[in-house]
């Protein structure tokens, strides 16, 4: 997301952190939409401390900030942790998918514009750049497997987005189910 800009005006100013990693506490028109094309949102930050930059003018001042555990929670410290190594694995997953997936895309956007030129034709090279398009597709779209179609990296990523709002959606350790599910969408990306 575009990180957002506080403004240079006289006096106070408010920044709000969503304290999620990968963020730049930009909040945007379409952030509960349920967009799929959104970027995924990382995992929460744990309690602890932090540091805070601000530059000016070229000037850095650096404050600490200290995030506190909500004292109705149940969970321990050692839960959290789990609970944010699980869901940081599966955002960077997540995220190496996700780059995967755009510059496919843009590779098959060049590819459809080769096959429409002549000249490409007539070098007969077409059969070639066919070829091509149906693999990127396959690994797009997946294909069929041994007794089960294999998923894509469309259908693998969904799963990890899956995963990380179960292993992300509450204050507890990962269950085994989620996890095991990151496990095989990180192995089917891996594949692909």
Not at 144 to 152: E, K
Not at 171 to 189: I, S
């Amino acid at each position: 997301p575009k990180p957002q800009r506080i403004e240079s005006t006289p006096g106070e100013h408010r920044f709000v952190w969503d304290l999620l990693w990968g963020s730049s506490g930009a909040h945007t028109a379409d952030d509960d939409d349920g967009d799929d094309d959104a970027a995924p949102k990382g995992p929460h930050a744990l309690a602890g401390t932090y540091e805070v930059s601000l530059i000016v003018d070229g000037q850095t001042q650096t404050q600490p900030l200290t995030v506190v555990m909500d004292p109705r929670c149940p969970a321990t410290a050692a839960e959290l942790q789990a609970q944010f190594d699980a869901a940081q694995r599966i955002y960077a997953q997540t995220l190496q998918s996700r780059k995967a997936l755009a510059e496919i895309n843009s590779v098959r956007a060049n590819l459809e514009q080769l096959e429409k030129r002549s000249d490409v034709a007539a070098a007969g090279l077409l059969p070639e750049v066919q070829a091509v398009e149906s693999r990127l597709a396959e690994l797009v779209e997946g294909k069929p497997g041994a007794g089960r179609d294999r998923g894509g990296l469309e259908s693998s990523n969904g799963d990890l987005l899956a995963v990380l709002g179960a292993i992300s959606g509450g204050d507890r350790q990962p269950t085994e189910q989620a996890l095991a599910l990151g496990e095989q969408a990180t192995h089917e990306v891996q594949e692909s």
